[in-house]
């Protein structure tokens, strides 16, 4: 992992963009949430995964670059020590395209390509990038898969900008497949998650909610923990490398349980990841008891009772983020809404086996209806602004540190285009981001691309020696949950 340390090291370096679109008229210092990801216990990666159909042409890859992702003022500028100040300040640079676009030389004829993909890709995590460039790269991989020609990795600082923020970007630099000047089109959602002041009662209801939220959120910085599972990483689990899977689903069987429950996509995701969870630590907890063949023929059930379990879920306060304002950051580098704008809160998954499957989408429901209405995601935003200017960033990264370590998992979700695109002209099969770096040994990561729903699983291995089974026991949840809403649709219609 790369350090605040590291950085220190540096001279202050004065030089600037050179292409006539962006002169450096001063340096401008990091905001404190980008500063906070390079404190202990915050210093994360996003890394974002793609698949193409066409082996990828590096020589046109980097071409585009250049025209594109690097006028963006954050990707053609280094993270250094200001002498007089102190701080951590943009400056300028001149970007050698070369040191960012990596293409490892791969041996012909490998016998396991999946495997050396995902164990290339895993190493990532195990080094930092060199703070004496702009925090971010790519990797080609030339090497034929069952499903892709070629594989691309980004790999970002998170100081950079949000996941949001940098998922737009990225696809800024798509265009659609059937229409090659064409810009990606993402799923229009009429579901809200603003509160909606109708009634006296949702008013109290939203101070009630967000009073009980920061009750347990100053409960968790202190002392309450989550239940020591087989998900729960140890102290410095953020130091260790991840193994990076992911699992696709049809997101049309996602839309048959929302119609069927009248719920929303969110819900059912959320339910489907419960009841995952719920699964695989069933066969975890079962595994490590002494029971004979008989035993376990009568139990089917070994998930202690009262397990507390929470994810901290990643909410972005942007009120919308367009792609053509990408397109057009891209083409004049200015930089426009851009940073790290994200709140969170503490989500609680309710851990057992259901009688019924439709039970896990239910509570997911209850919860998240909570936590929309709540100043949840806004509290603890000022609260890292607040701590911030009354104690400094190290208080900051360790009140954050506190708070991580003290749940599970992080969890969030980003819708992806809804049709086909191409990355310069490459044809794109999946899409799949992700993180290291982070104080927990599970992250889950969602997003949907064309008509397909996928699972990224972040996982410490000393953990999770199995991320692929804890992916199958997503998809195994969501066809039991399926199968249970059309059941229930069908003895309502006789």
Known sequence: MSSAKGLNTLTQIKTTINDGLRLKEEDQPLSPMSRLFHEPGSNVYIITMMGCKTKINPAVVKQNLVHSLLRHPRFSSLQVIDKETGSFIWVPTNVNIDNH????????????????????????SKSP????????????????????????????????????????????????????????????????????????????????????????????????????????????VENRPRR????????SDIKVVKKVMDVTLNDVVLGVTQAGLSRYLNRRYSENMNLNGSDHLKKNDFIPKNIRLRATFFFNLRPTTRIDTFVETMKTGKMGRWGNQIGYVLLPFAIGLKTDPLDYVKEAKAVIDRKKASLEPLYTYFVVYLVLKLFGIKAVGKLNHKVFFNTTLWFTNVPGPQEEVTFYGHEITYIAPSCYGQPNALMIHILSYMDKLTFIISADEETIPDPERLCDDLEESLYLIKTSALASENAKNK
Do not use: Q
């Open 129 to 236: 990038i060199e703070s004496s460039k702009p925090l971010w790269d790519l990797h080609l991989l030339d090497i034929k898969t069952t499903n892709d020609e070629g594989t691309g990795v980004f790999r970002f600082h998170h100081s950079l900008g949000d996941g949001l923020s940098l998922m737009t970007l990225f696809l800024a630099c798509t265009r659609k497949s059937s229409d090659p000047d064409a810009l990606p089109t993402l799923p229009v959602y009429k579901e809200s998650s603003y509160i909606k002041f109708s009634t006296v009662r949702s008013v109290l209801e939203m101070f009630w909610n967000s009073f009980v939220s920061v009750v347990m959120f100053v409960f968790t910085v202190f002392f309450l923990k989550d239940t020591e599972t087989p998900l729960k990483g140890p102290l410095g």
């Open 101 to 124: 676009v990596i293409v490892p030389k791969i041996e012909p004829n490998i016998a396991f390509p999946e495997k050396f993909v995902d164990d290339y890709i895993s190493n990532l």
């Open 244 to 251: 990076f899977v992911r699992k696709s689903v049809n997101l």
